[in-house]
């Protein structure tokens, strides 16, 4: 019948869209689970390190790790900005930037400077076309980051914090609040501000240490602000994950009103087209007859 | 029985080992250290190579690790694996590698710009060609 046939091509076309869509939903639901689960996983070693860190605070009153000094004048301060690699994953990455842009507006309006680092293709590729100073990136991180993949990154940020090109750090990540929630945050890396001491301690103690103090704490401090930002990104790939399976279950969802207002549209033309074919068909009976 | 004390082996990544032992050897960078219970606290990088754990059981599990720290506490071991072969000269060319990607990004913005540009230019030049064909038509009715 040569009835709607653009409308039966249209309801084709969106009905494979909607495949697509509902195929992207599964697929970013078991990907969510998977980052979720490496998300808990990755928890365990920052808390040791930190258990570790707040003893020798104890321990060693008299040094006093840069990393944990706070620094009167600041002039320029740092951002580490985690974004995702692709998008069709709602407002994520547009809710981070906006973050950033702010965030960065406010310092300069104090006449402080800012210097980013970008760990995601989103953020690296908006945030350079802004024009913002962009000291090192990392993109193509892939669902599954290793620590590996971020040490040049953030080495590359501690430098700078070591030889007082930035007085500040911070990253910026999502943070997951659930699957419908994600949260951009700005929080402060450097210096550390969460090695408060936890307990009262009932006697003095320290370690040995092999080689020499200063050596082990500045390894142990580095490793702890790594697994910091390594938390960040692989929170933000749950989050990216937790999008865009609500997008694209939205988007399925819309595909099907699509479809079933379409269906309506052409039923109805089809059955015009029936009624119109037999009222010939009658008319033209009646006049022969 | 012997004294046993806690020990707990994690990555960044993930929680590698937990339970109890009765004895751990770790490649510490100034040599190998066996730890029992009740040793003195001690805070060591360690070398990449293998811990091994001797749990009261009489098992031993074999652990490699890449690197990293070890905190012995009297009761509790705790060691912080890495999980990459790290050495000072790694580092600065892993963040080499940052940097560079960062200014490539930056060159190849100019060229996204080109390329906005070229787009441009040729959407004027279909636009203007259209409106000569409507012209040649309207000219023909």
Redesign the interface.
């Given at each position: 019948m040569a009835v709607g046939k653009e409308i039966r091509n249209q309801i084709k076309s969106i009905k494979n869209t909607q495949k697509i869509t509902r195929a992207m939903e599964m697929v970013a639901a078991s990907k969510m689970r998977k980052a979720q689960k490496r998300m808990e996983a990755s928890r365990p070693y920052a808390q040791k390190m930190r258990a570790v860190i707040s003893h020798l605070a104890h321990a060693h009153p008299e040094y006093r790790h840069p990393y944990l000094l706070e620094r009167e004048n600041v002039k320029r301060v740092g951002y580490i900005v985690i974004s995702s690699d692709r998008g069709l994953c709602g407002g994520l990455n547009t809710n981070l930037l906006k973050l950033v842009v702010t965030e960065a507006r406010q310092w300069k309006d104090k006449g402080v400077e800012v210097k980013l680092c970008t760990i995601g293709q989103k953020g690296t590729s908006f945030l350079s076309r802004f024009g913002f100073d962009i000291a090192a990136q990392q993109t193509q991180i892939g669902d599954q980051p290793g620590v590996a993949d971020l040490i040049g990154t953030v080495k590359v940020m501690l430098d700078a914090y070591d030889q007082g090109e930035i007085d500040r750090l911070f990253v910026v990540s999502n943070e997951f609040v659930n699957t419908m929630t994600q949260k951009p945050v700005a929080e402060q890396l450097l210096p550390i501000q969460s090695a408060e001491p936890e307990e009262e301690l009932k006697h003095h103690w320290d370690y040995i240490y092999e080689p020499e103090a200063k050596e082990v704490l500045d390894m142990l401090m580095v490793r702890y602000i790594e697994s910091l930002v390594y938390q960040g990104v692989v929170e933000n790939i749950a989050c990216e994950q937790a999008a865009r399976m609500v997008a694209m279950k939205s988007a399925s969802d819309n595909a099907g009103n699509l479809i079933s207002d379409l269906q309506l549209v052409y039923n109805k033309a089809r059955q015009a087209a029936i009624t119109q074919e037999i009222s010939e068909i009658v008319s033209g009976a009646a006049a022969v007859g | 029985m012997a004294m046993t004390f806690h020990v707990?082996i994690?990555?960044?990544?993930?929680?590698i080992y937990s339970g109890k032992a009765e004895m751990l050897f770790a490649p510490?960078?100034?040599g190998e250290v066996g730890v029992l219970a009740h040793h003195?606290?001690?805070?060591?990088?360690l070398k990449p190579g293998e811990v091994r754990v001797k749990t009261p059981e009489g098992e031993e599990h074999f652990i490699y690790v890449s690197g990293?720290?070890l905190?012995?506490q009297p009761h509790v071991v705790?060691v912080?694996a890495?999980?990459?072969i790290?050495a000072a000269d790694l580092?600065?060319?892993?963040?080499?590698?940052?940097?560079e990607?960062?200014e490539k990004?930056?060159a190849e913005?100019k060229a996204?710009i080109d390329y906005a540009l070229a787009e441009a230019e040729l959407a004027e030049a279909i636009a203007q060609l259209q409106a000569i064909q409507r012209l040649k038509q309207a000219r023909r009715h």
């Open positions: - | 707990d994690v990555s960044a990544e993930e929680e510490a960078v100034m003195t606290p001690l805070l060591t990088s990293g720290m905190e012995i705790t912080l890495d999980t990459a790290r580092d600065e060319a892993a963040a080499l590698e940052a940097k990607r960062a990004a930056l913005r996204d």
